[in-house]
């Protein structure tokens, strides 16, 4: 085929997958994962999203969150709706590039024996990015109960945007039981990962799955989204904004290609995710110093401005005076994301409706990813 019909080929599928995922919500073996040019478009476009949704979600887990590394053997991850493995494969290229030597294994299940074939040639082909690591492909249908012996146990368990596809239609209470299920092959010091699309209502079942979740197994806690292993308090209250990240990453040029006639967001990435542990964090003290960023940062007429959540579970208006600001200090707060965290460094005054006014140099870095722009981007 010339290029241009691969091209219109590729946007057609996209297209079609979308709707599968937003309107029709099909995911049976028929319409997803059986066909080389269905496998193509995810690779060509979703793969990457997937990949930088996890990338995040693991660089906290691994940064901010109680994870440990193991003193000796392999490093085990186990990704549960794995495709074509933008998520595994993610996660084995972090934890390389931050400097991990240990043996890698990934163990990837799904129900499409073609995307693992997939997922086999890439790690294959790609072998340089994760160096000393194995991957164990498994095929079924996660969509029952796992009946795994317990032959291993996994420092990482991933759920790179199929929770909501092998748990639809199921009630709250039946997916808590699945991932109960799940969550047994995992060592004392590993965490459960999940990432799920930025959709309002495919968010908020995720973090009402985990606050059920976090209830009944008195074992777990929560470490992300949200600080001091308290639930998502989004859930509970009248928010303007449901929980969610929203991260700016690096195009790909193919991907800019494809997507020129579709006017689909390439350039920033959102998702809802949570972070859990079998061992309870350590508390931040005072809770009030710390926060999520929940909003966009807004630059108004004299400020700049944005919502965050506080380790005290209240959700704060955060207010900069731009006068007399350098733009520098301007530039600094524009850069900042939905979904950083960070610690305030001075005595705080909450004046009426929660707000909080501060100084461009009050703030203190926790968690703010960023990517760094090579020569050649």
């Not at 193509?40 to 997937?50: E, I, K, M, Q």
């Not at 006017?263 to 964090?281: D, Q, T």
Request: aromatic share 10%; charged share 30%; with cysteine.
């Amino acid at each position: 085929m010339g290029e241009e019909k691969r091209l219109n080929l590729l946007r057609q599928e996209i297209v079609e997958q979308s709707d599968r995922f937003n309107k029709s919500r099909s995911f049976d073996s028929l319409s997803y994962g059986s066909r080389d040019l269905s496998i193509l478009a995810y690779g060509n476009f979703y793969f990457s999203r997937t990949w930088m949704a996890i990338m995040f979600a693991v660089a906290e887990t691994l940064t901010r969150c109680q994870w440990t590394i193991p003193k000796s053997g392999p490093i085990r991850i186990l990704d549960l709706g794995s495709g074509s493995g933008a998520s595994g494969l993610a996660c084995l290229s972090l934890i390389r590039s931050i400097g991990i030597q240990n043996p890698l294994e990934l163990h990837a299940w799904d129900y499409s024996s073609k995307s693992l074939h997939y997922l086999k040639d890439l790690h294959r082909a790609c072998y340089n990015l994760w160096p000393n690591s194995k991957v164990f492909p498994k095929r079924g249908d996660l969509r029952f109960q796992m009946q795994e012996r317990k032959k291993y146990r996994y420092d990482l368990l991933l759920l790179g945007y199929s929770l909501n596809e092998i748990r639809e239609e199921h009630k709250v209470s039946e997916s808590v039981e699945w991932l109960k299920q799940a969550s047994r092959v995992l060592k004392r010091s590993s965490c459960l990962i999940i990432t799920e699309p930025a959709e309002s209502k495919i968010c908020r079942n995720l973090h009402e799955i985990m606050d059920h979740l976090v209830k009944d197994e008195k074992n777990f806690f929560h470490f992300a989204p949200y600080l001091n292993g308290l639930p998502c308090p989004m859930t509970r209250n009248d928010s303007k904004y449901f929980s969610h990240e929203v991260r700016r990453y690096p195009t790909i040029e193919i991907v800019e290609k494809i997507n020129r006639p579709l006017h689909l967001e390439i350039r920033e990435v959102k998702f809802g995710f949570s972070i859990l542990g079998l061992e309870k964090p350590e508390l931040k003290s005072p809770p009030l110093h710390f926060f999520r960023i929940i909003s966009p940062v807004k630059k108004r007429k004299g400020t700049i401005s944005f919502l965050g959540l506080a380790a005290d579970g209240v959700e704060y208006y955060y207010e900069f005076q731009r006068r007399d600001m350098s733009e520098e200090a301007k530039n600094n707060l524009l850069f900042l994301e939905r979904g950083d965290v960070l610690r305030i460094g001075a005595n705080l005054e909450v004046k009426e409706g929660n707000r909080i006014r501060l100084s461009e140099k009050d703030l203190n870095p926790i968690f703010l990813p960023r990517f760094v722009k090579s020569k050649n981007q």
